[in-house]
Structures are given as structure tokens and as C-alpha cells.
């Protein structure tokens, strides 16, 4: 929205200020069109090498930039480069499959592109046994316990925090404290415990709003908010590379 105020300085800067004509005025506007004119896009499908079937969720970004666009349910993307003389160099990524590094045509953003990933035999074992360890926990668990896997988080667009937001009912800031969250339960406040990737955060809004719903794998809400844990992609991938083991839930945040 553009302030009155500041436009109408700039119609007096015009009509007064010698040496100032309208082409010296829309140079900058000019540029920028040009600037944002500058990106192209790049259109394709991701699929299994072996099974031909897509990949939903597979990360695909320009090679040494940390943006990049989640793959759809029918493994489509649509991600917007600069324009490369020499192609377009891309970095795939999807939890169970080896990471693949294309280069693209020069003339790739007039085509639909068709990335084949090869599965990881041990990754897709190693996440299988993962998906079972979070499952078990969460059977041996006596307590209510809601869940929004990668499917639903996929489908999900905004920040950590929404989703949290939405899975925990009557959350609200913390009385004190408008970084911390609380939630009503049996008719008292309660703060909200918050685990991301297994450990313990303070400040838990500012930590949930520095996550996009892109990012994150799994968000467990349990006994209806009282304690709530958020695993993110890169965490999966570093138990499957064999980092840290899930804890026991009644150690809560390790």
C-alpha cells in the first residue's frame, strides 16, 4: 500500500526539482521490473527411478541455494531460477533416496522436466525403523496423543507455529510471558512443554514461527498440548545417517 503523504512529495519532487524528467523517474521502476523479469521457471515431475511412481515432499532447489519447493502429491514442482548460459545446476533430496545432483539444459525452462530419484536401500530401511520406533512410543503411551505426519504437514501451508496452533486447542500466549504458550486445561492455564528434534526450547513462538511447515516431519501433540514434539526433516535425516535415538517419553525433552 502507498503512503499519500510520501506520494505526494514525490509529485512536488517532480513538478519543482530542475533536471528531474519523467524517464529519470521510472529508470528505477524500470530496473526493477527487469530485476524481477530476470527469473525463469523451471517445471517438472520427480518420480522413483524403479517404480516410475511420484514423489511427494521431495526438496528441489537450485544447487548451493538453501530455497527451494516441496514437491506436490503428484511429485510436480515449479521453482523459479536465475537464467544459466551453461544450464541449471539442481539439487534434489527426499528422505529413503540417495540426494541428486542435475544439471538442466539451457533450455530447460521451455520444457517439462523429469527428475528420477534412486531409492537408498538402507535409508528406506533405516526410515522404517524410525516410522516404528515413533509408533511404538507413542502405543505405550497412556495418555491422549494427536499426530500430523509428513502427508498432512505437506498439505499444510504456513509456519511451525500455525500448525501447532491449530493441533492444540485454546493455546494462547503465557501470562507473563508472550513468548511462551500456554493452554487451558481442567479449567486451569497450562504451559505448553516444547520439544523440537529432542530438546528442550524456551521462547517456544519465536522457535516455532523460524520453521515453515515444509520443514518439519512429524508434530505430536499429547495429553492435548501439555507436552508437544516437533521433529524436523534434517533431524530425520541425521538418525538415519545414525545420530540420536528417540528418548522415553516420561524423560521428557532430553
Known amino acids: 500500500m502507498t503512503d499519500r503523504g510520501a506520494a505526494s512529495g514525490m509529485l512536488l519532487v517532480m513538478l519543482f526539482a530542475p533536471g528531474l524528467d519523467a524517464a529519470a523517474q521510472d529508470a528505477p521502476r524500470s530496473r526493477g521490473r527487469e530485476a524481477r523479469s530476470v527469473l525463469v521457471q523451471l517445471r517438472g515431475r520427480v518420480i522413483d527411478e524403479q517404480t516410475r511412481t511420484p514423489l511427494e515432499g521431495a526438496f528441489v532447489a537450485q544447487a548451493g541455494s538453501t530455497r527451494g ?10 521453482l523459479e531460477v536465475a537464467p544459466g548460459g551453461g544450464g541449471y545446476p ?19 525452462h521451455e520444457e517439462f522436466t523429469t527428475v528420477k530419484m534412486r531409492p ?4 528406506v530401511e533405516g526410515l522404517q525403523v524410525l516410522v516404528d520406533r515413533f509408533d511404538r512410543r507413542r502405543r505405550f503411551y497412556s495418555g491422549s496423543v494427536r499426530v500430523m505426519d509428513q502427508g498432512r504437514l505437506l498439505r499444510f501451508a504456513g509456519t511451525a507455529y500455525d500448525v501447532v496452533r491449530r493441533e ?21 492455564r497450562t504451559q505448553v ?14 522457535a516455532l514461527e523460524s520453521y515453515d511447515s ?41
Do not use: H, K
Not at 176 to 188: F, H, K, N, P, Q
Open 90 to 108: 539442481l539439487t534434489v533430496e527426499q528422505l529413503g533416496y540417495s540426494t541428486l545432483e542435475v544439471t538442466l539444459g539451457p533450455s530447460a
Open 69 to 78: 519447493y516441496m514437491t506436490d502429491s503428484l511429485g510436480l514442482f515449479v
Open 214 to 254: 515444509s520443514e518439519l516431519y512429524l508434530v505430536e501433540v499429547y495429553n492435548r498440548g501439555q507436552q508437544v514434539r516437533v521433529y524436523t526433516r534434517w533431524f530425520v535425516e541425521r538418525a538415519l545417517r545414525g545420530g540420536r535415538r528417540l528418548q522415553p517419553l516420561e524423560w521428557g525433552c532430553a
Open 193 to 206: 512443554e516444547l520439544c523440537i528434534d529432542e530438546m528442550p526450547t524456551y521462547g517456544a513462538t519465536s
Open 168 to 188: 492444540v486447542g485454546f493455546m494462547t500466549a503465557c501470562v507473563g510471558s508472550s513468548d511462551e504458550l500456554c493452554t487451558i486445561r481442567r479449567g486451569r
Open 120 to 123: 537408498n536401500p538402507i535409508a
